[in-house]
């Protein structure tokens, strides 16, 4: 599907386009802005003039807002123009740890309970003017808070449920921890979106020399819990896959999880192949440096890591000696959440710019359309596969043609 098509512009707009990007996402979302902008000023239709598209061209859809702290670190949202009538997209990055305020004097970095407190915020000043709010949360607030074991609480649920009776009709969140979690709003709309079509771009793009075949070339879940994006990729690039096994110590918890004693692998023999390791986050990267470790040992020729979050917790520098020593070839993470200006330095990291992907679902949302022929990426995933390997077969036979 064109980004840039016509196709929307018999379908009238649930309500004027308005973005709202907190703070925490404000570079993002100003991509957004700029493509949706694009997009619609390119389009040509004769209903565009009628009432029913008022306000549907636009050089900025951004409505203006202001977050502000009292000394005391309470904190206030102010919308500084009308939202009455509208179709609104809030976008918030609560994984944003850079952003800080001042209480009683000191400097505090916001956490993600800080971030959603201004969403929150954001939604109330609203004062239930808005036609419909959507909330566009990549890194799903308290995601790894998901299930319940004995005496616990269940932040993720009721965080979905707090924003369902704020008034939020869609909930956008990218390939979430643990996606059971909509069943706290069982009759709502959650979406669950998943990145693999970007990530498989940008990895034909930033690795010119991958043989996709399942001689060359294999899929890795570090865990148990991602053997379904492990199985979607070895699937669309008809690829063998294996998994490890986290064996932990159960009898310890060091910083709200069990240790990693060690990690069992179940799978094919990956000995001379290039492996990509999928997961959907990179926290402190220890249980991934790991996996990459014990990949190298059975003769792996290069490791990547493809994660939808690089957390990257604990910093950079086992990332910098893991790639010093060969035994990490690779990075990939989006600009979903906060990239921190070193780790754009990185030369063993490659960002995957999510913003155009954005655009498009807002697009189809605000036009009421489908965004099913949006999530399923199978055919876009083969025919840049196809061209790929066409491009590397021509790049072959021309090198071999120098040669004689």
């Given at each position: 599907m064109s980004e840039t098509s016509s196709e929307f512009i018999e379908r009238i707009p649930v309500g004027p386009l308005a973005l709202l990007p907190l703070p925490s996402i404000r570079p993002l979302g100003e991509k957004v802005n700029d493509y949706l902008a694009e997009w619609r000023r390119e389009r040509e239709s004769e209903h565009k003039e009628t009432i029913a598209f008022n306000g549907y061209q636009k050089d900025d859809y951004i409505v203006k807002c202001k977050i502000s702290r009292f000394g005391s670190g309470e904190g206030k949202a102010v919308l500084q123009e009308t939202v009455r009538g509208v179709d609104l997209y809030i976008m918030v990055d609560v994984m944003n740890f850079s952003m800080t305020y001042s209480m009683f004097g000191q400097i505090n970095h916001m956490s993600p309970d800080d971030h959603y407190q201004d969403l929150k915020r954001v939604i109330a000043a609203t004062t239930g003017k808005a036609k419909r709010i959507n909330v566009i949360m990549p890194f799903m607030y308290e995601s790894r808070q998901h299930k319940r074991s004995g005496r616990e609480s269940l932040d993720c649920a009721m965080m979905l449920q707090e924003l369902k009776s704020y008034g939020v009709t869609n909930f956008i969140t990218f390939d979430a921890h643990d996606p059971r979690v909509m069943n706290a709003i069982p009759q709502d709309s959650f979406d669950n979106i998943s990145c693999s079509y970007q990530f498989i771009k940008a990895m034909l793009r930033t690795v010119p020399d991958l043989d996709i075949d399942k001689d060359h070339m294999m899929i890795i879940s570090p865990d148990e819990g991602g053997m379904s994006r492990a199985i979607f990729y070895a699937n669309i690039l008809s690829l063998d896959m294996g998994m490890f096994y986290k064996r932990r110590d159960y009898t310890q918890v060091i910083d709200g999880r069990n240790p990693i004693v060690a990690h069992e692998f179940l799978g094919s023999d990956v000995d001379g192949k290039d492996v990509f390791i999928i997961d959907d986050m990179i926290s402190s990267g220890e249980s991934l440096i790991d996996t990459a470790k014990e990949l190298k040992e059975r003769k792996a020729k290069r490791v990547f890591a493809c994660c939808t979050f690089?957390?990257?917790?604990?910093?950079?520098?086992?990332?910098?000696?893991?790639?010093?020593?060969?035994?990490?070839?690779?990075?990939?993470?989006?600009?979903?959440?906060?990239?921190?200006?070193?780790?754009?330095?990185?030369?063993?990291?490659?960002?995957?710019?999510?913003?155009?992907?954005?655009?498009?679902?807002?697009d189809n949302l605000n036009h009421d359309e489908s965004i099913s022929p949006i999530l399923d990426s199978s055919k876009k995933i083969n025919d840049k596969v196809a061209a790929y390997k066409a491009h590397r077969a021509e790049m072959n036979q021309q090198l071999e043609l120098n040669l004689q």
């Open positions: 690089g957390l990257f917790t604990s910093g950079f520098n086992k990332f910098d000696q893991a790639y010093a020593a060969g035994i990490l070839d690779g990075v990939f993470t989006t600009n979903l959440i906060y990239q921190q200006p070193e780790l754009l330095t990185k030369p063993w990291y490659h960002s995957v710019d999510m913003s155009k992907y954005i655009a498009l679902l807002i």
